[in-house]
């Protein structure tokens, strides 16, 4: 089994048996709640299948439900083709990197999927939140609490944009279509429906079992207490609080573009595989959104899993940021120069890897170290952009 994200999906590494006692190649079994693993079928069949260049992983059959798990909530599977050298375990850009950051890597990564992705792109105006939102902690952590309806609606359609609630107010919450059980099996994500360019409401319930009718709740915390809380002890070296200027970023309108992105693009959905070639598996999160999202993300975890780890300290970490000449990240900008709407305009850029750097600090599988590199990157961001 790998153990990779949080996604609550298990991959396993399988070899099929036949009844005859003879083997078939090793296979990835991905298996999840019925209907991630449906989203993520129909998202290959519609975005990778028939537009991606060879190298990527192979669905190789629609997903299977065991036949007395039909109900909501069951489980499914997806078969996907084994990405490995022979007898070898596969092997993610990060390990790649951290042994040998050659920049070829990113530029093979955007020459091999670019033209079919990233390069077909028509003109897409939004506001920064509506697409990158769901990168930021909850809007709003519930408890339940006993008793009736009381103080203000939160439903599916609530604009979470300007969404004041206090801690320990009580409000009444209506039942969510979309209730995904969290990692740990003790609470749950509860994400509306967004409108208006506004971004879905997000919330988390910390209970198993969602709101099947009004419930009472208690605000618990709001998404700026959970990110002060986490970066309250990094140093910022004399940079600008880069939380103080969230709200306005999300509020931006964007001059950009749109395309097919992979939506998780992190350095362990890229893999190293046969022929030294850069694949890609993992299309749960493949659609249609802002080419920079994937590069703003992939930077994000570029400085998490790597930079953090070569430069070993903040204060190193942002004395390279500041040179701007680390190989990595030049090649990535080059990428990125390229994706831009208008090459002149970079801030369509910063503003999502500002908002990509803030969302990563919600991860748990990365240190303190990384935490504060991704917090320094923000606020060298939010000086350019907010002086
Ligand atoms: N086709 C494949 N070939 C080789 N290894 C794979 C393949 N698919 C998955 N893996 C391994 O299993 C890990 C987890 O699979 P995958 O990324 O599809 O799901 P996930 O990580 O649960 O989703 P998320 O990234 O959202 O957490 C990968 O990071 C990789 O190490
Ligand atoms: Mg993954």
Not at 270 to 286: C, E, K, M
Not at 323 to 344: E, K, M, V, W, Y
């Amino acid at each position: 089994e790998f153990f990779s994200g949080y996604s609550g999906a298990r991959t396993f590494l399988i070899q099929p048996i036949r009844p005859d006692g003879s083997a078939d190649a090793l296979t990835i079994v991905k298996m999840g709640p019925r209907e991630t693993v449906r989203q993520e079928f129909e998202n290959y069949e519609t975005f990778v299948k028939d537009r991606l260049p060879p190298v990527t992983a192979r669905i190789q059959r629609p997903p299977v439900t065991l036949a007395e798990h039909k109900q909501p909530g069951a489980r499914a599977a997806l078969q996907y083709t084994f990405i490995a050298k022979p007898g070898q375990p596969p092997v993610s850009l990060r390990q790649v990197l951290l042994q040998n950051p050659d920049p070829a890597y990113l530029l093979q990564l955007f020459e091999t999927f670019g033209p079919s992705w990233w390069m077909q792109r028509h003109p897409y105006t939004f506001r920064l939140g509506l697409e990158y939102d769901r990168l930021l902690p909850p809007h709003f952590i519930l408890e339940p609490v006993p008793g009736e309806r009381s103080g203000k609606l939160l439903d599916e359609t609530t604009n979470p944009t300007g969404l004041a609630l206090t801690v320990g107010e009580v409000v009444t919450l209506q039942p969510f279509r979309q209730a995904d059980l969290r990692a740990g099996g003790r609470s749950c994500s509860l994400t509306g429906i967004p409108g208006g360019g506004q971004p879905a409401l997000r919330l988390r319930w910390l209970n198993a079992a969602p709101p099947s009718r009004p419930a009472a709740a208690r605000v618990s915390a709001a998404r700026m207490d959970l990110l002060n809380d986490w970066t309250a002890n990094f140093d910022r070296f004399g940079l600008p609080d880069p939380l103080s200027c969230l709200q306005a970023a999300l509020g931006e309108t964007i001059t950009g573009t749109r395309s097919v992105i992979h939506g998780d693009l992190n350095l362990e959905n890229v893999l190293v595989g046969p022929g030294g070639l850069v694949w890609l598996i993992d299309f749960a999160q493949t659609g249609e959104g802002h080419p920079l999202f994937d590069f703003a993300h992939l930077e994000s975890e570029l400085i998490a899993h790597v930079l953090s780890v070569q430069t070993g300290s903040p204060r190193a970490y942002l004395d390279l940021l500041q040179r701007g000449s680390d190989p990595l990240l030049t090649a990535l900008h080059q990428i990125t120069g390229r994706c831009l709407f208008d090459p002149a305009h970079p801030r369509e850029y910063q503003l999502a890897l500002y908002l990509a750097c803030l969302g990563a600090l919600k991860y748990q599988n990365i240190d303190g170290l990384a935490k504060h590199c991704l917090y320094l990157t923000a606020a060298e961001l939010g000086k350019k952009m907010f002086p």
